[in-house]
């Protein structure tokens, strides 16, 4: 059985001047050290009662802000964008029924993207229909994934689609 590259994979060996992978902010991990900062600061200007409650939690919260930033910042989501407009490729998933499976890649492939609205879905089934586009449709990939035994993998490669084809993608999307 030959392996069908996934679109993930397909993107990362893409050139660049098209898509390019990017991970999220660093901003709320920065955010989270200086809230520890300024809370460790605090907790030792201030004088406080030996008896007091006080001490604790400001250090208690110091630490805890500080470990959250700790994790926002080595634990970043990665994503892919588009070069042109810098838009973050999306993913969505549409669930068929496992009989359609031959339909359902006859028409990616041959990208008659109307009539797919005419194949029977499902609601969590073994044959899955992926895509990945720009909020903006100017980019769009597509693959259409069958369960096999623990993963699911694909039956077909990925395929690049034109503006209108993903625009009609995106709407067939929030129709189901």
Not at 126 to 135: D, I, N, P, S, V
Request: aromatic residues 12%; charged residues 20%.
């Amino acid at each position: 059985m030959e392996k069908i590259d996934s679109i993930e994979n397909v993107l990362l060996n893409m050139d660049t001047k098209i898509v390019y992978q990017a991970k999220s902010s660093l901003l709320p991990a920065i955010l989270f050290f200086a809230i520890s900062i300024v809370v460790f600061t605090v907790n030792a200007v201030f004088e406080w009662q030996p008896t007091s409650i006080y001490p604790h939690l400001f250090l208690m919260m110091g630490s805890i802000c500080f470990i959250i930033g700790i994790i926002k910042a080595f634990f970043r989501k990665t994503f892919f964008a588009s070069t042109a407009n810098h838009q973050k490729l999306i993913n969505h998933e549409l669930y068929f029924d496992v009989s359609e499976q031959d339909k359902l890649v006859r028409l990616i492939n041959s990208k008659n993207i109307a009539d797919i609205k005419t194949l029977k879905g499902a609601a969590n089934s073994g044959l899955k229909f992926r895509f990945m586009a720009t909020k903006d449709a100017k980019l769009c990939f597509s693959q259409v994934l069958s369960y096999v035994p623990f993963e699911f993998q694909g039956v077909n490669n990925v395929i690049q689609h034109s503006q209108a084809e993903a625009q009609m993608l995106i709407d067939l999307k929030k129709s189901k």
